[in-house]
Structure formats: C-alpha cells, structure tokens
C-alpha cells in the first residue's frame, strides 16, 4: 500500500550553509556534515526527513531515533556530478584529490547521510535505472512481501549539473 508521496520543486537549500526554520522543524537540527556534504547528499538529508515527517515518523526535538526499516532509491546517474567534481581535483596530481569530494563518490553515501542523520538502521541502496521511482518502489514492495520489514523509504534521487544542464528529483514515499 502506497501511503506517502512528496515531490518538491524547489530545492534553494542546496546551496545554503543555514538552513530555514521550516526545514530545521522537518530534519531537528543541521546535520553535522551538512557544510561539506555534496548536492545529493542534501537532496536525500532533506527528502527523506520530509517523507518522514509528513507520515508522523520523526520522533523527538532532535528528530533521530531507532528506525529499523529500509531506504532505497532509484537513480539514473547516481553520484556522477560529484564523481566529475572528484576527478576534477585529480587534473594537477594525485595531492590535489579532495578527500571530502572523493567520499561522495558512492551513489549510497547520499542515503547514508539520510540514514545517518535519522537514525535509520535497515538497509541503505541505490538501483540504478530508467525508471528509478518505479523500480525503487517494487523492489521496497518485494523487500515488505518477503516480511523482511513493516515499512520502506523509496523512491528517486537523482542530481547533476554540467553546463546548462541541471537535473534535481528527490522523490520518496512510505511504503508498507
């Protein structure tokens, strides 16, 4: 049974170091990686806390707590626009790597950074694929019908910026 969906348009805190106070009563508090996470990361920390909240999930001023259920998100190019920010560094040598970049480089960290923040402690993936949401879904419902969880977090999370192209989704939704 599908329950909760939230697609949003506007993303302006992915560039902000503070966040609003409509944003700090969703996630609680900044995450403590907030100043250096990448983009998706953002994407994913705010996202998912809004999913949560929405479905009455949060708990707690601080909004972290014991979660044991799923995160799953469908992507088509995962952490790609960190990846090229990474090798970026690498063009003058190997001692201009930035180690913060190269920690995003995994199209989970995003979600982990979401799971992390809220206490999350099922498991955290990314399927790559066409049809991210819609494949993200079914296999969070594969996931409930096998009876491994009650409840799981899925759905798109996609960002990338390259020129003129910029592309953000981060869609979820409770299934259980």
């Keep these: 049974m599908l329950i909760q969906q939230r697609v949003l348009m506007s993303f302006d805190y992915l560039d902000q170091d503070d966040l609003?106070?409509?944003?700090?009563?969703?996630?609680?508090?900044?995450?403590?990686r907030w100043g250096r996470m990448d983009s998706v990361s953002r994407l994913a920390v705010i996202e998912v806390g809004r999913v949560l909240h929405a479905s009455g999930l949060l708990d707690g001023k601080d909004r972290r707590g014991e979660y044991s259920f799923g995160l799953i998100a469908g992507t088509r190019r995962g952490s790609l626009a960190t990846d090229l920010a990474f090798a970026e560094t690498l063009s003058h040598g190997l001692e201009t790597a930035s180690p913060i970049l190269f920690s995003y480089t995994l199209a989970n960290t995003a979600l982990a950074e979401a799971a992390s923040h809220y206490g999350i402690t099922g498991p955290?993936?990314?399927?790559?694929?066409?049809?991210?949401?819609?494949?993200?879904?079914?296999?969070?419902?594969?996931?409930?019908?096998?009876?491994?969880?009650?409840?799981?977090?899925?759905?798109a999370l996609d960002y990338f910026r390259s020129g003129d192209e910029e592309i953000k989704e981060a869609r979820f939704r409770i299934i259980r």
């Design 124 to 155: 955290v993936y990314s399927i790559y694929s066409e049809n991210p949401f819609e494949d993200a879904v079914s296999e969070a419902q594969r996931w409930l019908s096998e009876g491994f969880f009650q409840i799981m977090v899925a759905g």
């Design 20 to 32: 609003s106070e409509d944003l700090l009563a969703i996630v609680g508090a900044v995450p403590k």
